[in-house]
């Protein structure tokens, strides 16, 4: 019915599909603090991209955090699959981001250092904050 072509089938492997899946990962992350003082609301991935987050965004972050978390925070936020679930969830690692997070979303996490994400609460997080938060895939 549909003749699907990847680019290369014989040579296709979990790391080269991952590296693909992710390449809109930060090369790194500067702390909202250090957005916020520049001005430059911007942040590299590793395909070569800039990808710019909103002022809107930032007020957002800035309004939910205290003032030792606007150090701490590393932007952008990294939401992650968590795989251990039978069905799909996600979750976000450390106890800044999920202290931010668990603010924005009115949830309370799992651990100070672990949230996890189902469907609606990705979308609310992602309607938020469109560039300030990425999903990745990690196995």
């Known amino acids: 019915m549909y003749n699907i072509r990847y680019r290369d089938t014989d040579n296709m492997d979990v790391e080269h599909l991952l590296t693909d899946i992710n390449a809109h990962a930060p090369v790194n992350r500067r702390s909202l603090a250090e957005h916020i003082d520049s001005k430059d609301l911007t942040y590299h991935t ?7 987050m909103t ?10 955090c205290t003032e030792q978390e606007k150090f701490l925070l590393r932007l952008p936020i990294l939401v992650l699959t968590d795989t251990s679930f039978s069905q799909s969830v ?6 800044t981001e999920v202290s931010v997070v668990s603010k924005l979303l009115s949830k309370k996490p799992l651990r100070e250092d672990l949230m996890h994400l189902y469907h609606p609460h ?5 309607r938020m904050l469109p560039n300030s938060a990425i999903v990745l895939f990690i196995p």
Not at 46 to 52: A, K, L, V
């Open 90 to 95: 996600w979750k976000i690692e450390g106890r």
């Open 46 to 52: 590793r395909n070569g991209h800039t990808c710019s």
């Open 122 to 126: 990705l979308v609310e997080l992602r």
């Open 55 to 64: 002022e809107e965004e930032i007020d957002h972050l800035n309004g939910a």
